[in-house]
């Protein structure tokens, strides 16, 4: 029988050329016809499947933001690890730090950094403002501003912002159109609603905010001022999600039951047991104005000023802190919105000794797990967290024909039991132990992935992805993405209403905890119960 979309004459000739070529070696002969035979077999194969899952085997190509126009004046709230990053992200890094990578790059030609940093877009941004409650990052992020020639020590600079000492100062001024908000959690929702009565378009860090009434107030003031908002939610921007949601789109996983998301680190870091600075004290820091929102006043305390994702005082937790970056991303890729229900666990099991705290234990779980209930569609979303061992655990989306396994890049593979796929895995073009589908975005280089923390992000796109093959900063692309929003008029992919989603979703999880009890949204009256 002739194979399917090829002549039979044809594959007659090529046989017949193929072994006459190969007659003189018998046994290496018949060999290397078996070799071709079966890769000719597979190569059919390969094609009826991608032609019945009719997946876009194209990669994403780099397409650059509309940045011409008026220069927009940013200011930047919050100078720490999160703040320097976004700056970098828009186009400011101090001069040491670039001195720094070029060194590196001299050092290690597959070091990159400098590189791929001056490939970034010109965002047609000015840094007018910056405002942190310690003076050493305050002078740094000036310095960044500044930092206009992107060149390390001993290099031009240009004229530095104004350093306000408070974020009202920096809302007041004619000198800001817009604001990237990288304070900690507990200022999230008074920076951004006081900034859009302001008429100050807004970029604010996640999580949102630390309680229910505050999402609705930051949905509010947001909707009625009409600034432009985005949740720095990078992930929007990873190619693996956007092909994820193809694949979705398409139903290669059939209806989906189950969702299983998780985090895993296994470091101070990436527990949030930060360096303290050696230079920080009650003259360096502005420690009465970092606690203004806080029911309890404390004591100057430098553990809580670096650490504070560890006290509920400021931090959202596990929930507002990494869970949202998986909601996050199942919400970009299935929609799913806010859960009809949440229930979650867990407790500070490791880093609960003085060997970790000075003054005090941390209060915020270490290990914490939570469940979110959809029964309108028909599926369960499971969270799972510890930051005491770094088992790689990416996103699974089950469903019943198929699943997922998502990071950087993502395999679909077929369910043994599939409808969809029944006739295909019983006459062997599917093999269920092997994925359907694959995408892994184009790389050319090593990554040049230091610490950790960040190698964990980087297997969850979040510190880079692909268009057109080459390397991009997702954060950089979230920003630029921002800024064309502003300039055009246009929503984001993070906009305010899939911000209110999460702020909702993570709040309700966290109020579990903390209430040692099943929470519930009453989606008619718009209210937590």
């Known amino acids: 029988m002739a194979e399917k979309g090829s002549s039979d004459t044809g594959n007659k000739m090529n046989r017949r050329d193929l072994i006459k070529g190969l007659a003189t070696v018998p046994v290496l002969g018949a060999f290397a016809y078996g070799t071709w035979r079966k890769r000719r077999q597979d190569h059919i ?63 290690d030609s597959r070091n990159n950094r400098y590189e791929e940093f001056l490939q970034q877009d010109d965002l047609n941004i000015k840094i007018t403002g910056v405002c942190d409650l310690f003076d050493v990052h305050a002078n740094l ?57 302001a008429g100050k378009h807004v970029y604010c860090e996640k ?54 998301v998780c985090t895993n680190r296994n470091s101070p870091n990436g527990a949030w047991v930060y360096d303290i600075h050696p230079d920080a004290n009650e003259r360096t820091v502005d420690w009465a104005q970092f606690e203004e929102p806080c029911d309890v006043k404390h004591p100057w305390s430098p ?12 931090g959202t937790g596990l929930s507002g802190d990494l869970l949202t970056h998986e909601f996050d991303a199942v919400n970009q890729i ?40 959809y029964p309108d569609l028909d599926f369960t979303l499971m969270y799972s967290a510890s930051l005491a061992n770094n088992k790689d655990r990416g996103k699974m989306i089950m469903g019943h024909d198929g699943s997922m396994e998502l990071g950087n890049s993502l395999q679909v593979y077929a369910c043994s039991e599939s409808t969809r796929y029944k006739e295909k895995i019983e006459s ?42 080459r390397r991009v ?10 800024v064309e929003a502003i300039r055009e008029g246009k929503q984001t992919s993070c906009n305010i209403d899939q911000a209110f989603e999460e702020g909702i979703s993570a709040a309700m999880a966290t109020m579990a905890y903390k209430e040692n009890r099943k929470v519930f949204w009453d989606k008619e009256n718009e209210k937590v119960v």
């Not at 032609?51 to 940013?74: A, V």
């Not at 001195?99 to 790059?105: H, I, L, M, N, R």
């Not at 553990?303 to 400021?314: S, V």
Request: charged share 25%; net charge neutral; aromatic share 10%.
């Open 428 to 469: 062997g073009l599917i093999n269920p132990d092997l994925p359907i589908y694959t995408y892994i975005p184009g790389r050319k280089n090593v990554d040049s992935v230091a610490t950790a923390t960040e190698q964990y992000f980087a297997s969850r796109g979040l510190l880079y992805t692909y268009r057109g093959g």
């Open 207 to 260: 999580g949102l905010t630390r309680t229910v009434d505050e999402v609705f107030a930051v949905r509010d003031a947001v909707k009625e001022s009409g600034v432009v908002f985005q949740l720095g939610h990078q992930g929007r921007q990873t190619e693996s999600y956007i092909k994820a949601k193809e694949a979705v789109d398409k139903n290669l996983l059939g209806k989906i039951n189950l969702v299983e």
């Open 141 to 197: 992020a000036m310095e960044a501003a500044a930092n206009i020639g992107r060149e390390g020590t001993g290099g031009s600079m240009g004229t530095p912002p104004k350093r306000f000492t408070t974020y009202r100062e920096m809302l007041a001024s004619d000198e800001i159109d817009a604001v990237i908000i990288a304070a900690p959690d507990h200022w999230h929702a008074r920076i951004t609603i006081d900034a859009a009565r």
């Open 303 to 314: 553990e809580r000023f670096f650490r504070w994702r560890c006290w509920w005082d400021y």
């Open 45 to 107: 194969k390969g094609h009826n499947l991608a032609s019945e899952l009719n997946m876009s085997s194209e990669g994403i190509e780099y397409t650059p933001y509309k940045h011409d126009g008026q220069t927009i004046r940013l200011g930047i709230i919050g100078f720490g690890i999160r703040g320097t990053q976004l700056m970098k992200a828009a186009g400011f890094v101090p001069p040491k730090t670039i001195q720094e990578w070029k060194d590196a790059a001299q050092k």
């Open 334 to 373: 299935l929609g799913m919105g806010i859960p009809a229900s949440a229930v979650s666990s867990g407790g500070v099991y490791f880093y609960k000794s003085k060997a970790h705290y000075v003054n005090e234990v941390r209060e915020v779980p270490d290990v914490w797990n939570a469940v979110m209930e």
């Open 473 to 482: 900063d997702t954060t950089h692309l979230h920003i630029a993405e921002w």
